[in-house]
């Protein structure tokens, strides 16, 4: 097992030109990576998830060295491995489409590497009978049969062999339960989590499934623009998120956010735009000190955290208020409600049984104490 850390990296790609920009001067690179900063620590599973086109699959091709780097360095534990040859790196990959040769059966598929090496036909065998007992009976199955007759996920069993056959230092997976269905992802997505359990292998995993990140990581990285704006696990950066960006990207639905301004009352601390806001709590006290008083900030709620009124507590830190339905989405967990709240849209995820219709007035509430507070110009948290 290897802890990888990047430092500084920075990956550049050459914008294609059209026909007629041939030629110019001003053209400019497409930064992929800007100065990427990632730590994985020695056995753990980090789930790397983010908008498409943020650079997650060229972190993972520049850990893998599969692409070169314009700057920074790529460490396995504390050895720089930049001018080592991907062969040499020990990286087992998974990818979205499998990578299979076509025309090989799926044995000579898990082979063709130690072939390349002229391993013995005994231990080749060996190696293939090991991998079959770790994925289970299965895999066992589907060795004399080629990629072209086997379904989705038995391509994505076979490709998750013929990963670990090689005994990697470093498990490098990009989307591979995409173009599953959702039985096969799921039935694929236990046996990833019971493998990376035992065997305890450093594992970066590129998703957009946030219900995969979580199940499957050990910690989750945000990326945007080929930065990590924040790492953690999950209650980390779901409970305490560093900017509005991470908040509304991690949770489905995603964060409310409100446009109101600070002010200060005889009660204390309130925010108003078409809402009136009480922050009874000593949380919000450094609002004072950030002199933000009078100014617009925005405030953070999760759309599980509003509740039917009459389900809340009585207590001080509970905001109540009246909002119309706009659209009510009936779910497994409960109803999705679209809302309008003094000119504000809201969406609240609501546990109730009882029956709610667009065009209903409801009164709702959610707890101040949860709410997040965020600078209107930077996005960065104020309170959390």
């Not at 339905?325 to 546990?351: N, P, Q, R």
Request: hydrophobic letters at 40%.
């Amino acid at each position: 097992m290897a802890a990888v850390r990047l430092e500084g990296v920075v990956k550049k790609f050459k914008a294609e030109r059209g026909f007629f920009e041939w030629g110019r001067a001003n053209h400019t690179d497409i930064l992929a990576l800007d100065h990427l900063y990632l730590d994985i620590r020695e056995g753990e599973t980090l789930s790397v998830v983010g908008p498409s086109g943020c650079g997650k699959t060229t972190s993972l091709k520049v850990i893998a060295g599969l692409e070169t780097i314009d700057q920074g360095n790529v460490y396995f534990n504390d050895q720089n491995v930049n001018e080592v040859r991907p062969i040499d790196r020990r990286i087992g990959m998974v990818f979205q489409n499998y990578a299979l040769y076509p025309h090989m059966i799926s044995r000579e598929n898990l082979a063709f590497p130690f072939r390349l090496r002229k391993w013995p036909e005994y231990k080749i065998d060996e190696k293939i009978e090991f991998t079959c007992e770790t994925l289970g009976v299965e895999l066992g199955a589907l060795l004399g049969r080629f990629p072209k007759t086997l379904s989705a996920g038995q391509k994505q069993r076979v490709a998750l062999g013929r990963c670990i056959i090689r005994n990697p230092s470093v498990f490098l997976m990009d989307e591979p339960l995409s173009n599953l269905d959702a039985k096969s992802r799921k039935k694929t997505r236990v046996e990833i989590k019971r493998l990376l359990n035992r065997f305890r292998i450093t594992t970066v995993y590129v998703t957009h499934d946030q219900e995969e990140a979580i199940s499957l990581a050990d910690r989750i990285a945000v990326m945007r623009k080929g930065r990590i704006d924040q790492a953690g696990t999950f209650e980390e950066v779901y409970h305490h998120p560093v900017n509005m960006f991470v908040a509304e990207f991690i949770g489905d639905p995603p964060m409310n956010f409100l446009h109101l301004t600070l002010k200060k009352g005889k009660g204390g601390l309130f925010l108003e735009n078409g809402l009136r806001i009480p922050l009874p709590t000593k949380k919000f006290q450094a609002l004072k000190k950030e002199e933000y008083l009078n100014k617009e900030v925005i405030l953070g709620i999760r759309p599980e955290q509003i509740k039917r009124a009459e389900m809340a507590p009585s207590s001080p830190e509970m905001h109540r208020f009246n909002a119309l339905v706009e659209e009510a989405e009936v779910k497994m967990s409960g109803i999705l409600l679209f809302l309008e709240a003094g000119g504000h849209k809201l969406i609240a995820a609501i546990d109730s049984t009882l029956p709610i219709k667009r065009g209903d007035k409801i009164e709702l509430a959610f707890d101040t104490e949860k709410a997040k507070i965020f600078d209107r110009d930077s996005q960065r948290v104020i309170v959390s």
